[in-house]
Each structure stands twice: as C-alpha cells, then as structure tokens.
C-alpha cells in the first residue's frame, strides 16, 4: 500500500471521526435541554464551542488545497 492511499485513508478516517464527534455534541447540547436552567449552560457551552470548532475544522478539511494554494501561490490541480 502506497503512501498516497494512507493519507486518503487516514483523511477519510479523519473526517468520518469528526463527523461522529458533530454527532454526539449535538446529542449533548439536545439532551440538556430539558435539565434545570443553571444545570444546562455548562453542557451546552462545551457543546456549542466544540461544534463551533468541529465545523472549522471540516471546512478546512475539504478546502485545505485551496486554501494553501491562494496562500503560497501553487496550483494543486496538477496533482494527482
């Protein structure tokens, strides 16, 4: 196995893992809903913030190529 099928491999885990993570802090932030007033703010802050950073890590997972390549000014379409 090359090393070109492990980083798509290892991206692919990578971005199922997170997906899983979304999943699960959105389950958190809708089971304390019903919980007492100052019991579900701590919950849902940590879920909020981690869903916050899940998501910016996602969008710079499928858009890292064109990020980097506005950045440094290469163009990754020639790579397989």
Known sequence: ???LKMKEK????EVW?????LVFFILLYL???PYPEKSKQFPQ???IFS????V???IINFTWRTLLGSIVGFNFKNLK
């Open 10 to 13: 290892l991206k692919l885990t």
């Open 56 to 58: 910016i890590s996602l």
């Open 51 to 54: 869903l916050i950073m899940i």
């Open 31 to 33: 089971f304390a809903i």
């Open 1 to 3: 196995m090359g090393p």
């Open 17 to 21: 893992f997170k997906l899983v993570l």
């Open 45 to 47: 802050l940590i879920a």
